[in-house]
């Protein structure tokens, strides 16, 4: 870790010198819970439009580019990090149940 006039820098591979709470939040993208969070709530508010599968897309894009930016997979964490993308399909069809219920 370097330190730089108080703040803490982690060193990351390829892709630079973060900040360490950048790191922190990192953690939190990383588990599945956090990406079936965004698809339920978009499955709430929207339920199933044009609008609601345009975000899918793109969450899932965005998704695939989070995994691409990890690089190659380690073992005990590529499940882990892998099961971010169907729970966020699966939170995301739970929201527009839900969504469909309610309304």
Not at 1 to 28: E, I, K, N, Q, W
Request: proline share 4%.
């Amino acid at each position: 870790m370097l330190t730089s006039s108080g703040c803490h820098f982690v060193a990351s591979g390829l892709l630079g010198v973060y900040p360490s709470y950048a790191m922190d939040y990192a953690r939190y993208i990383d588990t599945p819970f956090s990406w079936a969070i965004v698809g339920f709530i978009i499955g709430v508010i929207l339920g199933v439009n044009n609008i609601s599968v345009i975000l899918l897309a793109v969450g899932l894009g965005l998704f695939l580019l989070y995994l691409k930016q990890h690089g190659p997979a380690e073992e005990g964490r590529e499940g882990w990090l892998f099961a971010g993308g169907p729970s966020f399909i699966i939170g995301w069809t739970a929201g527009f149940v839900v969504h469909g219920l309610v309304l």
